[in-house]
C-alpha cells in the first residue's frame, strides 16, 4: 500500500516537473520540489525492495512460485526505474536551479555593477576629500603648535635674559660694596670715633657746669653766712 501512495507522489511530482519544463518560465521547478523529487525517487526505490523481499517471501509458500516471482521481479524493477528516473530527474532540477541561481545572481551583480562601482568611486571621492581635509586640518594645528611654541621661546628668552640682567646688576653691586668696604669701615671708625669725642665733650661739659653750680651755691652760702653775721641781734 505505501509503494503505491510513493508512485502516486512520484507521478504527481513527475507531471507538475513536466509541465514546469514546458512552460517559457524559468526555474522548471522550485529547490524544494526537485529535493522532494529525488528524496521520493530514493524511498520509491528502498520501499520497492522492501516490497520485493516481502512478496518473494510470499511466493515462497505458493504453488506457482515462478510466476509470481517474475511478477515481484516487474514490479520491483519498474518501481526502482521510476525511482531512478525520479532521483535522476530531482539532481538535475537541482544542478538546473544552482545554475539558474548562480546566472541570476550574476546577471544581478551585473546589473548592479555600475551602481556598486558610481557608489565605490563616491566612497573613494568622499574618503579623499576628508583626508584631504585631515590634511590640512593636521597643517594647521602643527602651525598653531609651531607658532605657540616659538612664543613660549620667545617669552622664556625675554624672562632668561631679564634674570640675568638682575644677576648681572647683583653681581656689579655686590662687587661695589666689597669694593667699598674699606672706605665705609673707616667712615664707620670715624664717626663713631666722633661720636665718642663728643659724648665726651658732652659729659666734661657736664662736669664743669655741675662744678660751676656747685661753687656759685658755696660763694652765696658764704654770703648769706658772712651777712648774718654782721647783722646785728
Known sequence: MHIRTLLALALMLAHAC???QTADTSPPISLDDARAQRVTGKALKDEAQKTYEAERAACQSKAIAISCMSSAKEKRIEAVRRGETMEREGRKAEREIHRLEVEAKATKRAAEAPAQEARQQADVARYREKEAQRAVERERSRAEESAK??????????????????????????????????????????????HAELVKKIDERARNYAEVLKRRKAEEAARQAAAAATTPR
Open 18 to 20: 513536466t509541465l514546469a
Open 149 to 194: 611654541l616659538e612664543k613660549r621661546r620667545s617669552k622664556l628668552a625675554v624672562e632668561q635674559a631679564a634674570r640675568n640682567k638682575r644677576l648681572e646688576e647683583q653681581r656689579k653691586e655686590d662687587a661695589r660694596r666689597l669694593e667699598a668696604a674699606p672706605a665705609n669701615a673707616r667712615k664707620k671708625a670715624d664717626r663713631e670715633r666722633q
